[in-house]
C-alpha cells in the first residue's frame, strides 16, 4: 500500500494542494481572544456551580436538625462554594484590567 501511494500522488502531476485558508476551528484571532473565550466559557460553568452548591449547602442547614457536625459541614459547602465564586470572580476582573492596561500601552487588542 505505502508503494502505491506516492505513485499515485505523482500520477496526478506531483501538486499536492492544502487550503488552510479554511475556517478557523478555534474563531479566536489572538491568545487574548482565545484566553478570553477559555475564561468566559469557565466562569459560565463556574456560576452555575456556585449556584448549585449553595442551594445544596442551604439543603445541608436545613436537614442538620440541629446536628453540629451537619452544620459544620454545611458552614464549610457554603464557605468554600464563596471563596470559589469570589476567585471566578476575581479572574474575570484582572483579565479585564489586563486588558484595559494592554490597550493603554498602544497594543491592538479589543477588550468587549
Known sequence: MAILL???LFAAGGQI??????ANPIKAKNIYALV???LD?????????AVFFI????????????????????KKTFMWTVIGALVLLGA????????NTAQ????AVSCR
Not at 442551594?55 to 454545611?74: H, L, N, P, W
Not at 493603554?104 to 497594543?107: D, K, S
Open 41 to 49: 466559557f469557565v466562569v459560565k460553568v463556574g456560576a452555575a456551580l
Open 104 to 107: 493603554q500601552l498602544g497594543a
Open 17 to 22: 494542494s492544502v487550503n488552510f485558508q479554511e
Open 36 to 38: 478570553s473565550a477559555i
Open 6 to 8: 506516492p505513485s499515485d
Open 55 to 74: 442551594i445544596y449547602a442551604g439543603f445541608q442547614f436545613v436537614t442538620a436538625q440541629g446536628d453540629e457536625g451537619k452544620i459544620t459541614s454545611a
Open 92 to 99: 474575570q476582573v484582572l483579565s479585564g484590567v489586563i486588558c
